[in-house]
């Protein structure tokens, strides 16, 4: 009997061991989720905030291939441009005959538009592998609470396994005192 009720006690023991480690995980859960929930909002405002980026940009470009596409047009319409020539050079030329000042100022701003076109391609490739980062970092988050999840769940079975357990063998105690 005494060796009943020892390991009636061990039970009792590990099942109130079990409920604490089951409380830490929730806990912990809980504190994940808060994690992930404000890592989530701050990827959805550095996303909102590249796309309105990107759409200035794109607007600005494609207002500034518009004037392009005017000069050029008004470059062929006048018929000025030789076999194999670049439209550019057609056009810089053009203007070097009209006025060599200009033309070399035009060049230089050219220049300056072509490097800052470089110079926003490669931040954009920057922030595109930035948010590749931050979506492999987010899915890595997941993953983790998928598995912390799981293992609660595991705890949560084990748990009601033990107290099944208890409950069975309070019974066959109080049966085995009664006889």
């Not at 670049?86 to 100022?105: E, N, S």
């Not at 988050?141 to 998928?146: C, D, G």
Request: aromatic share 6%.
């Amino acid at each position: 009997r005494e060796l009943f009720l020892d390991r009636l006690r061990f039970y009792g023991e590990v099942f109130t061991h079990h409920q604490e480690r089951v409380v830490e995980f929730q806990q912990e859960e809980q504190r994940v989720d808060h994690k992930d929930k404000d890592r989530l909002n701050e990827l959805k405002r550095k996303r909102r905030s590249l796309c309105r980026r990107i759409g200035n940009q794109v607007e600005n470009v494609a207002a500034k291939q518009d004037k392009v596409k005017g000069v050029h047009d008004a470059a062929f319409a006048r018929k000025d441009h030789r076999q194999g020539d670049d439209i550019d050079q057609q056009l810089l030329r053009a203007l070097a005959r009209a006025d060599p000042a200009v033309a070399t100022l035009v060049k230089g701003c050219v220049r300056q538009k072509s490097d800052a076109l470089h110079k926003l391609e490669h931040e954009l490739k920057e922030m595109a592998a930035s948010a590749e980062s931050e979506k492999s970092l987010r899915e890595d988050a997941e993953k983790e609470l998928a598995a912390v999840q799981r293992t609660w769940e595991i705890q949560q079975k084990q748990a009601k396994s033990f107290q099944d357990r208890i409950t069975f063998l309070e019974a066959q105690l109080e049966k085995f005192q009664k006889q």
